[in-house]
């Protein structure tokens, strides 16, 4: 292991040897687990932004390319006119 110096508040400190007592661990080990710990959520979350930039970097590409792109009946504005289509559906249903 490697030995590093860290600076709390005293809130902390008092919180964290509350837990040591309560837990019968030490703090150190508490704060390896909390460490560990925030590493897989930092982790999970550079992967869920990662997500997000390439759908939004796909979603821009989608409106400069927009011929690319149609839905089963050749339109390209199905996202746009999503509600005046659906009104269209429906009342070609109800005839």
Same mark, same amino acid.
């Given at each position: 292991?490697?030995?590093?110096?860290?600076?709390?508040?005293e809130?902390?400190?008092?919180a964290?040897?509350?837990?040591?007592?309560?837990?019968?661990?030490?703090?150190?080990?508490?704060i390896?687990?909390?460490?560990?710990?925030?590493?897989?959520?930092?982790s999970?979350?550079?992967e869920q932004?990662?997500?997000?930039?390439?759908?939004l970097? /796909?979603l821009?590409?989608?409106d400069?390319?927009p011929?690319? /792109?149609?839905?089963?009946e050749?339109?390209?504005?199905?996202?746009?006119?999503?509600?005046?289509y /659906?009104?269209?559906?429906?009342?070609?249903?109800?005839r």
């Amino acid at each position: 292991m490697i030995r590093t110096m860290v600076q709390l508040t005293e809130e902390q400190m008092k919180a964290l040897k509350e837990i040591s007592q309560a837990r019968k661990v030490s703090v150190a080990r508490l704060i390896r687990e909390s460490v560990a710990q925030y590493m897989v959520v930092a982790s999970e979350e550079t992967e869920q932004e990662e997500k997000w930039r390439r759908v939004l970097e /796909f979603l821009d590409y989608m409106d400069n390319h927009p011929a690319e /792109f149609r839905d089963i009946e050749g339109k390209t504005d199905l996202s746009i006119n999503h509600d005046e289509y /659906f009104v269209e559906a429906i009342e070609d249903d109800l005839r």
